[in-house]
């Protein structure tokens, strides 16, 4: 388990950081999201020990994080690979710079490239991989040293569905083995992979935000078998009814709304209903509400 207890950082009188607490659970992966400029890759850099913050603590199993980086992995948004280096030759580089040996390598490098789907591109120089490799081949530098703790920053951000989709299946077979962390603004991609997430925002924790399905009690929308023909919106004072299509129609309210009284009510009036549900809140609209300026 990783705990982080009331960070604190200020770099050049600015207040980046301010009063972090949270725990990351073994075999978690946290999803860490945020506005621009929000401290989320101030806060990795501190996970990961390049940083170090003016107050609080970070420790992992009970010891400081920043005695354990043999532990850690990391990824960050600009991959400093040299461009006419193979994918073989790029993770030999930084396995040196780990301390891994020669021998450790031999082994390592065509395992971590299978795992993450470039055994084929082994001797591909890296100005011929795809956006989508690259990155991967950026994981698969960031898990060389077999890490306990992955901390990814913007891993999917510029890559099209197929390299997102890539990523996020990546992320889901190496949490079975390690905790991770990761940032992210894709939002309804990193729900497949991510168990919770942290919003931050101006170096501020403004609480969790889960990966369940919520649903809004002030919006209801209903589909019928058959097209609706004429109804007395008189009947539904103070709730404001917009039509869809012939067979769908959608009921707000400044005020929680029954969905049996509703169901009840349009059933007596001759309503075929198909279905009728509260509208569903997306984990976008959520972050969003959670992030404005009020």
């Given at each position: 388990m990783i705990q982080i207890s009331n960070l604190q950082l200020s770099l050049q009188r600015r207040l980046?950081?301010?009063?972090?607490?949270?725990?990351?659970?073994?075999?978690?992966?946290?999803?860490?999201?945020?506005?621009?400029?929000a401290g989320k890759t101030t806060?990795?850099?501190?996970?990961?020990?390049?940083?170090?913050s003016d107050r609080g603590s970070i420790t992992m199993s009970s010891r400081p994080i920043r005695q354990q980086q043999q532990s850690i992995g990391y990824l960050?948004?600009?991959?400093?690979?040299?461009?006419?280096?193979t994918c073989e030759q790029s993770l030999r580089f930084f396995g040196h710079l780990s301390g891994l040996d020669r021998a450790k390598l031999n082994k390592r490098i065509p395992d971590v490239l299978h795992e993450v789907g470039l055994h084929a591109q082994q001797a591909e120089v890296i100005e011929r991989l795809s956006g989508g490799m690259r990155q991967r081949l950026g994981i698969a530098q960031a898990i060389?040293?077999?890490?306990?703790?992955?901390?990814?920053?913007?891993?999917?951000?510029a890559l099209d569905l197929s390299g997102r989709h890539d990523i996020n299946q990546l992320i889901l077979r190496l949490k079975k083995r390690m905790t991770i962390i990761v940032s992210t603004h894709l939002l309804e991609d990193a729900k497949t992979c991510c168990d919770r997430f942290l919003v931050i925002k101006h170096g501020k924790l403004l609480g969790p935000l889960d990966n369940q399905r919520n649903v809004d009690p002030y919006r209801i929308q209903v589909e019928t078998l058959t097209p609706v023909l004429s109804f007395s919106a008189t009947l539904f004072p103070r709730v404001e009814i917009n039509r869809i299509?012939?067979?769908c129609y959608q009921f707000s309210a400044q005020q929680p709304l029954d969905l049996s009284e509703l169901a009840t009510t349009l059933i007596q009036q001759g309503w075929s209903i198909a279905s009728i549900a509260y509208q569903p809140i997306g984990l976008e609209e959520r972050?969003?509400?959670m992030v404005a300026d009020v």
């Amino acid at each position: 388990m990783i705990q982080i207890s009331n960070l604190q950082l200020s770099l050049q009188r600015r207040l980046i950081l301010d009063d972090i607490s949270f725990t990351i659970h073994e075999h978690e992966c946290l999803g860490l999201i945020g506005p621009n400029g929000a401290g989320k890759t101030t806060l990795l850099k501190c996970l990961s020990g390049m940083i170090e913050s003016d107050r609080g603590s970070i420790t992992m199993s009970s010891r400081p994080i920043r005695q354990q980086q043999q532990s850690i992995g990391y990824l960050s948004q600009q991959t400093d690979f040299k461009p006419w280096m193979t994918c073989e030759q790029s993770l030999r580089f930084f396995g040196h710079l780990s301390g891994l040996d020669r021998a450790k390598l031999n082994k390592r490098i065509p395992d971590v490239l299978h795992e993450v789907g470039l055994h084929a591109q082994q001797a591909e120089v890296i100005e011929r991989l795809s956006g989508g490799m690259r990155q991967r081949l950026g994981i698969a530098q960031a898990i060389l040293h077999e890490p306990t703790f992955l901390i990814l920053d913007e891993p999917a951000s510029a890559l099209d569905l197929s390299g997102r989709h890539d990523i996020n299946q990546l992320i889901l077979r190496l949490k079975k083995r390690m905790t991770i962390i990761v940032s992210t603004h894709l939002l309804e991609d990193a729900k497949t992979c991510c168990d919770r997430f942290l919003v931050i925002k101006h170096g501020k924790l403004l609480g969790p935000l889960d990966n369940q399905r919520n649903v809004d009690p002030y919006r209801i929308q209903v589909e019928t078998l058959t097209p609706v023909l004429s109804f007395s919106a008189t009947l539904f004072p103070r709730v404001e009814i917009n039509r869809i299509n012939p067979n769908c129609y959608q009921f707000s309210a400044q005020q929680p709304l029954d969905l049996s009284e509703l169901a009840t009510t349009l059933i007596q009036q001759g309503w075929s209903i198909a279905s009728i549900a509260y509208q569903p809140i997306g984990l976008e609209e959520r972050f969003l509400d959670m992030v404005a300026d009020v």
